[in-house]
């Protein structure tokens, strides 16, 4: 019943900066952690992301640690990606993601977004 639906994704220069938004539809996102992946085929995707109920807590994977930035405003049901010093590694499809458990693996993510494109050039 939960639905994401993202915004934010484009083009953009090697250097450059994003910001991607995710909003749900429904209360309560207080109560479920929020994340981030991305995914360029054919490889698998991977966790990128993700913050706790409450936003008090953030985690990031090693290769984006000091250049992205997640958190969230309960308040509109909506978590954000501050994406700066972009390279081309960081093109893919990135994917919103809710859990009422565990954000950093597939298997525990209970609602994705659609998905939005974000490439880099050099």
């Known amino acids: 019943q939960v639905e994401l639906v993202e915004s934010g994704g484009g083009s953009v220069e090697s250097g450059g900066s994003l910001r991607l938004s995710c909003a749900s539809n429904?209360?309560?996102?207080?109560?479920?952690?929020m994340a981030w992946f991305r995914q360029a085929p054919p490889k698998e995707r991977e966790w990128v992301a993700s913050i706790s109920g409450g936003g008090r807590r953030q985690h990031y994977a090693d290769s984006v640690k000091g250049r992205f930035i997640i958190s969230r405003r309960n308040s509109l049901n909506t978590v954000y990606l501050q994406m700066n010093a972009l390279s081309p590694d960081d093109s893919g499809v990135y994917y919103c993601?809710?859990?009422?458990?565990?954000?950093?693996?597939?298997?525990?993510?209970?609602?994705w977004g659609q998905g939005t494109q974000v490439t880099v050039s050099t």
């Open positions: 993601a809710s859990s009422p458990s565990k954000c950093n693996v597939t298997d525990r993510v209970t609602a």
């Open positions: 429904t209360a309560g996102s207080d109560t479920n952690c």
